[in-house]
T-cell receptor, first 114, second 110 residues
Framework: EPEVTQTPSHQVTQMGQEVILRCVPISNHLYFYWYRQILGQKVEFLVSFYNNEISEKSEIFDDQFSVERPDGSNFTLKIRSTKLEDSAMYFC????????????FGPGTRLTVT | DAKTTQPPSMDCAEGRAANLPCNHSTISGNEYVYWYRQIHSQGPQYIIHGLKNNETNEMASLIITEDRKSSTLILPHATLRDTAVYYCIVKRGSNYKLTFGKGTLLTVNP
């Protein structure tokens, strides 16, 4: 069964460094998402992406964050200058088409900022 | 999107049916009820969704009351692997994002 994959599974970085989290959505899916979950807290929406542009973003998704689909398979989340509070699990999700609303999530990347 | 209320935790014996309730009294006519679950630290997993009618798939059944103000997710024969946080989410189909609450921690006991 097709699935969303994410790399790396765990990323440790120092405060102020840039990180890129990578996702490979399911191949025929058209809508892509990033969510995050700080330890012990709710899963929070960050951004949705369709047709090579951001369709919606949350207040969390400030100028330090960016997303890109550099080729036909990868979907990346970049954090330019990481802060301690960016430590969280980051989940990528994808959805096939507009009238099929199920989102399929990847296993997540645990980001630890020291 | 309408607010939902779920009990924080529930227990169920292995092999028995797990019935997870969700209240969504402010749901509007074009909002769907979605259920996802999250097994410890993994990515959320889609289970089922519905608008008005009851729905069933290979994972679960979804029962929506006639007034649509509440719903119940039924796992017919719970296994230990069904231990997870279950999220009831109400949203319009046109909305892109999922808004997760705290959900219900279902613990399936041997």
């Amino acid at each position: 069964e097709p699935e969303v994959t994410q790399t790396p599974s765990h990323q440790v970085t120092q405060m102020g460094q840039e990180v890129i989290l990578r996702c490979v959505p399911i191949s025929n899916h058209l809508y892509f998402y990033w969510y995050r979950q700080i330890l012990g807290q709710k899963v929070e929406f960050l951004v949705s992406f369709y047709n090579n542009e951001i369709s919606e973003k949350s207040e969390i998704f400030d100028d330090q964050f960016s997303v890109e689909r550099p080729d036909g398979s990868n979907f990346t989340l970049k954090i330019r200058s990481t802060k301690l509070e960016d430590s969280a699990m980051y989940f990528c999700a994808s959805r096939v088409q507009r009238d099929r609303d199920e989102q399929y999530f990847g296993p997540g990347t645990r980001l630890t900022v020291t | 999107d309408a607010k939902t209320t779920q009990p924080p935790s529930m227990d169920c014996a292995e092999g028995r049916a797990a019935n997870l309730p969700c209240n969504h009294s402010t749901i509007s006519g074009n909002e769907y009820v979605y259920w996802y679950r999250q097994i410890h630290s993994q990515g959320p997993q889609y289970i089922i969704h519905g608008l008005k009618n009851n729905e069933t798939n290979e994972m679960a059944s979804l029962i929506i009351t006639e007034d649509r103000k509440s719903s119940t997710l039924i796992l017919p024969h719970a296994t230990l692997r069904d231990t997870a946080v279950y999220y009831c989410i109400v949203k319009r189909g046109s909305n892109y994002k999922l808004t997760f609450g705290k959900g219900t921690l279902l613990t399936v006991n041997p």
